[in-house]
C-alpha cells in the first residue's frame, strides 16, 4: 500500500499575536467605575421612561372620561348630572389605579357643555404626584325643524 500525505495549498491563517506580561494593568477596577457612574444614569432614564409613560396613559384616560361625559351632557335632553354620571361611570371601568383622587366637575349652559376631570397620577418618584387635569366640551345638541 501507497499511503500519501495531504498536503493543503495555502498556508493556515496568521494567529494573532498573544500578550504577554500585565496588558493594561493601570486600568484595573475601570470597569467597576464605569458600572458605578453608568447605572445611576441607566436607571434614570428607566424609570423618567416609565413615568412618562404612566402620565400619559392617566392622561388620555382623563381626556377619554371628560369626552364621554361631555358626550353625555351634551345630548338633547342631557343634563350636567348625565355628564358627571358617564365621566364617573368611565373612570370606575378603568379602574382606580389609573387615575387616583378624581374629581369631575360637569356644567351645562345654553349652547354648550363641559366637563373636567383632575386627578392624579402613581409615581415612581417618591414624595412627587403628577396632577392631571383635563377638560372637554361640546356643542348641545339641537333639533331644528
Known amino acids: 500500500m501507497h499511503a500519501t500525505a495531504t498536503h493543503s495549498r495555502h498556508p493556515p491563517p496568521p494567529r494573532p499575536p498573544v500578550l ?3 496588558a493594561g494593568a493601570g486600568e484595573r477596577g475601570s470597569g467597576t467605575i464605569q458600572l458605578v457612574v453608568l447605572m445611576p ?12 409613560a404612566m402620565f400619559y396613559h392617566a392622561r388620555t384616560v382623563a381626556i377619554a372620561a371628560a369626552q364621554e361625559g361631555a358626550r ?9 348630572h348625565d355628564g358627571h354620571a358617564a365621566a364617573a361611570a368611565f373612570l370606575a371601568q378603568v379602574g382606580e389605579d389609573t ?14 357643555a363641559t366637563v373636567h376631570v383632575v386627578g392624579s397620577t402613581l409615581s415612581v418618584v417618591p414624595g412627587w404626584t403628577p396632577r392631571i387635569n383635563q377638560s372637554a366640551s361640546m356643542p348641545i345638541e339641537r333639533l331644528t325643524g
Open 20 to 22: 504577554r506580561g500585565r
Open 41 to 52: 444614569l441607566l436607571f434614570t432614564l428607566l424609570f423618567a421612561g416609565v413615568q412618562g
Open 72 to 80: 353625555a351632557a351634551a345630548a338633547q335632553n342631557g343634563t350636567a
Open 99 to 112: 387615575l387616583r383622587g378624581a374629581t369631575i366637575t360637569a356644567d351645562r349652559t345654553a349652547t354648550a
